[in-house]
T-cell receptor, first 111, second 112 residues
Framework: GNSVTQMEGPVTLSEEAFLTINCTYTATGYPSLFWYVQYPGEGLQLLLK???ADDKGSNKGFEATYRKETTSFHLEKGSVQVSDSAVYFCALADSNYQLIWGAGTKLIIKP | EAGVAQSPRYKIIEKRQSVAFWCNPI?????LYWYQQILGQGPKLLIQ????????DSQLPKDRFSAERLKGVDSTLKIQPAKLEDSAVYLC??????????FGPGTRLTVT
């Protein structure tokens, strides 16, 4: 069946550091892929998405590229800020319009 | 464009009591989802509606949970009776025709 695996947290970085959060998936076909972010005390927000192989999703300085050959969708940002501290979820959409979620990665940015 | 609305934002009840959550999706969104998110975990889908019909409720504990979506717009999720393990955040999401889901702020339920 479909599944999403993302790196365990927490990930702790200093401000302006480079960020990578790994995400790999198992799925039949070519699902759409998403990164959602959840700030403390808030609901989930769509951060970026990619709908086909080699697509690059980007938003707020974050990027992720849909890699079919490695079944990956790693999240990257060149210079993180304290305000990026949140929990990040990788997810894929199956054919029933349902999202299959990773377990989430907590990101802590220290000033 | 108004987002997904949920109420209440917080609820504290004792075990064996009942509770209901309300969700108003984004206007025009035919698909509505209810999720349960336990602290430190990803969301777990409880039920998916398409208009006012149920698409998937395979993970809904039907002995105590129920949900309805009258007229294909607003939805309510009810728990009766509540157990300690139901303590979680209950998220509502809606979508139009794409796979992109828009989430409400959630209702944090504490069962004591």
């Amino acid at each position: 069946g479909n599944s999403v695996t993302q790196m365990e947290g927490p990930v702790t970085l200093s401000e302006e550091a480079f960020l990578t959060i790994n995400c790999t998936y198992t799925a039949t076909g070519y699902p759409s892929l998403f990164w959602y972010v959840q700030y403390p005390g808030e609901g989930l927000q769509l951060l970026l998405k990619a709908t086909k192989a080699d697509d690059k999703g980007s938003n707020k300085g974050f990027e992720a590229t849909y890699r079919k050959e490695t079944t990956s969708f790693h999240l990257e940002k060149g210079s993180v800020q304290v305000s990026d501290s949140a929990v990040y979820f990788c997810a894929l959409a199956d054919s029933n319009y349902q999202l299959i979620w990773g377990a989430g990665t907590k990101l802590i940015i220290k000033p | 464009e108004a987002g997904v609305a949920q109420s209440p934002r917080y609820k504290i009840i004792e075990k064996r009591q009942s509770v209901a959550f309300w969700c108003n999706p984004i206007s025009g969104h035919a698909t509505l989802y209810w999720y349960q998110q336990i602290l430190g975990q990803g969301p777990k889908l409880l039920i998916q509606f398409q208009n006012n019909g149920v698409v998937d409720d395979s993970q809904l504990p039907k002995d105590r949970f129920s949900a309805e979506r009258l007229k294909g717009v607003d939805s309510t999720l009810k728990i009766q009776p509540a157990k300690l393990e139901d303590s979680a955040v209950y998220l509502c999401a809606s979508s139009f025709t794409s796979y992109e889901q828009y989430f409400g702020p959630g209702t944090r339920l504490t069962v004591t």
